[in-house]
């Protein structure tokens, strides 16, 4: 079901889409009270929360990234475990946590972030790039439906890696977006027209930076922390013509590797991986609180906080606006 309203589109640049005044609140704020038996329901909350899902049945079984490759069964489930509770309380003191069951067959099912893309109470749900990975749609398609959550299915054709791929300016005004690696082009164009937000397209070129929230991440003040190389001149670009000097925070590839840009904000909390003294430094130096979790066992599947965890909170909540 499509607003009404105005488009336009080009390829690789920003989508950008009018609204007719006050008509797609309506609609969004119908579908968002109506479960799908009918009954009343709000999906979205009145705190930051984010879903995660239990490392029980974590594994490195293939390969579908550069971080895989030599270490297939190489992971330590304990020590995954531990590296999980960890995350998992650390988050818990700043914001709720649901859980998804993990399944048979999904060893990835722990990196939520890749479930889909939440805004408005409705989902956006992945179509997987990798066969290894489609298993996993039905089993989210589910914990949302029961959830409460509106979902919208991403064509098959259309490859979509969910908040992996796309992630929400601090105030929720621009949606920036991955492709190139794993998810479509054309998918921005289907996120643009089913919220009316500005989508802005970043082409991702470094195969170990394949999702955009291993290279990129906006946070709660207006910053942007990147890594330049992960992105072709054209997004580079881009990336530096929304954000001034002042707000760009430049990750240098040491960091990068320890997916210092995989990091979950909430409000002024940052958690993420082990990353060097002078980034955190910088990062406190502007007022975050950043709390750094040992996640080695899940960079062996290319993942760390950021891809183990989904937001399920709009931005104003989950940033406490
Ligand atoms: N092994 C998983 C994959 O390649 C890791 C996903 C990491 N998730 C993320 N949001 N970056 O799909």
Same mark, same amino acid.
């Given at each position: 079901m499509l607003p009404a309203g105005v488009y336009f589109y080009a390829s690789n640049?920003?989508?950008?889409?009018?609204?007719?005044? *006050?008509?797609?609140?309506?609609?969004?704020?119908?579908?968002?009270?109506?479960?799908?038996n009918g009954s009343l329901h709000r999906p979205s909350v009145d705190r930051p929360t984010f879903l995660m899902c239990p490392p029980t049945l974590y594994d490195v079984n293939y390969v579908i990234n550069p971080w895989m490759a030599g270490n297939v069964k190489r992971s330590s489930r304990e020590r995954a475990a531990s590296q999980w509770n960890q995350l998992h309380g650390a988050l818990e003191k700043v914001a709720e946590v649901r859980l998804v069951d993990p399944q048979p067959g999904s060893p990835d099912m722990v990196f939520t972030a890749n479930a889909g893309l939440v805004f408005a109470g409705t989902v956006a749900l992945s179509s997987f790039f990798h066969a290894e990975r489609q298993g996993e749609e039905p089993h989210f398609r589910d914990w949302f439906q029961q959830s409460g959550f509106t979902v919208?299915?991403?064509?098959? $054709?259309?490859?979509?890696?969910?908040?992996?791929?796309?992630?929400?300016?601090?105030?929720g005004s621009r949606l920036w977006a991955g492709h190139g690696l794993r998810s479509g082009e054309t998918s921005h164009g289907q996120l643009n027209r089913m919220w009316g937000v500005e989508v802005l397209s970043l082409r991702l070129v470094d195969p170990r930076f394949y999702h955009l929230d291993t290279c990129f991440c906006p946070l709660a003040q207006g910053e942007a922390m990147y890594y330049p190389a992960a992105f072709d001149d054209a997004s580079r670009r881009r990336i530096e013509m929304h954000f001034s000097p002042s707000k760009r925070i430049v990750v240098g590839e040491a960091d990068a590797?320890?997916?210092?840009?995989?990091?979950?904000? $909430?409000?002024?909390?940052?958690?993420?991986?082990?990353?060097?003294?002078?980034?955190? *430094?910088?990062?406190?130096?502007?007022?975050?609180? $950043?709390i750094e979790v040992d996640l080695t066992e899940f960079l062996k599947a290319g993942g760390a906080a950021k891809c183990l965890v989904l937001r399920l909170s709009e931005m104003d909540v989950t940033h406490g606006a």
């Open positions: 640049t920003a989508y950008s889409f009018m609204l007719t005044p *006050g008509r797609n609140r309506g609609t969004l704020a119908q579908e968002t009270l109506m479960s799908s919208h299915d991403v064509p098959r $054709v259309t490859p979509f890696e969910g908040e992996g791929d796309a992630l929400f300016e601090a105030d590797l320890k997916f210092a840009c995989n990091a979950v904000n $909430v409000g002024r909390t940052i958690l993420v991986n082990a990353i060097s003294a002078q980034l955190s *430094g910088e990062l406190r130096a502007r007022g975050y609180e $950043v």
